[in-house]
Nanobody
Framework: QVQLVESGGGLVQPGGSLRLSCVVS????????LHWYRQAPGKKRDFVAS???????MYAEFVKGRFTISRDNAKNTVYLQMNSLEPEDTATYSC???????WGQGIQVTVAS
């Protein structure tokens, strides 16, 4: 069975940085397109970033220039480096493998003073 486990979230001040990690098991990791999504309370779930097997990346407009998605196939891990964080970035962040419609449990990111 496919499992995804996120880590690296927490509380950070505006302007700060966090790096989220998602460790994947139960699939051929190197072949998979990987997504990050986020959802704030009372809001819809939004696409944040994606990366494919050729290292091609895509980003939502609201994170371009601030967030970077990357992957380490040797560690079966996808990362989301988040810089210049704003209060509007506060949300639960989840990694996703669309091939399996598999989701991590989600991890909280809170940006506040």
């Amino acid at each position: 069975q496919v499992q995804l486990v996120e880590s690296g979230g927490g509380l950070v001040q505006p302007g700060g940085s966090l790096r989220l990690s998602c460790v994947v098991s139960g699939t051929i990791f190197s072949s998979r397109i990987l997504h990050w999504y986020r959802q704030a309370p009372g809001k819809k779930r939004d696409f944040v970033a994606s990366i494919n097997s050729a290292q091609t990346t895509m980003y939502a407009e609201f994170v371009k220039g601030r967030f970077t998605i990357s992957r380490d196939n040797a560690k079966n891990t996808v990362y989301l480096q988040m810089n210049s964080l704003e209060p509007e970035d506060t949300a639960t962040y989840s990694c996703h493998i669309p091939t399996h419609n598999a989701w991590g449990q989600g991890i909280q990111v809170t940006v506040a003073s």
